[in-house]
């Protein structure tokens, strides 16, 4: 197992760097009238999530890291919510709908699993 030295060494982060790509594509195709409605609103969301991974990982403090964790997967399901959204405006189709959220599935389980450890180092002793 590789040393983490930065937040770019995540698994985690670079999924959800990955995610926001994903989502980017996929919103090019929406209407124009939604560039500053639901695009801007999935595009911010999605972005928010590896932010606040890295934001998090440069934080001072095991406690303040589990926060931007925890706020990052909050923006995993703001994300999800407003591809539902897309999905049933027609913006996107069933089949890329079901591959983003799978995608956003995974990052919301493994910023889960980095949560627990975090909150489980917090807690041992020195």
């Known amino acids: 197992m590789s040393r983490i030295l930065s937040f770019r060494d995540l698994d985690v982060w670079n999924k959800a760097v990955d995610l926001v790509v ?3 594509d996929l919103t090019r195709a929406f209407p124009t009238e939604e560039l500053y409605g639901l695009t801007s609103q999935i595009r911010r969301a999605a972005v928010s999530i590896p932010s ?3 934001e998090g990982n440069g934080r001072m403090s095991r406690r303040e890291y589990a926060h931007h964790v925890s706020i990052a997967r909050g923006s995993v399901s703001e994300l999800q919510t407003c591809l ?3 999905r049933r405006l027609g913006y996107i189709g069933a089949e890329a ?4 959220v799978e ?3 995974e990052v919301s389980r493994m910023l889960l699993m980095l949560l627990r450890a975090l909150n489980r180092t917090a807690r041992s002793p020195i």
Do not use: F, G, L, T
């Open 97 to 100: 709908a079901r591959q983003i």
């Open 84 to 86: 539902e959204i897309a």
């Open 22 to 24: 994903h989502a980017y």
């Open 103 to 105: 995608r956003a599935d």
């Open 52 to 54: 606040n991974i890295a």
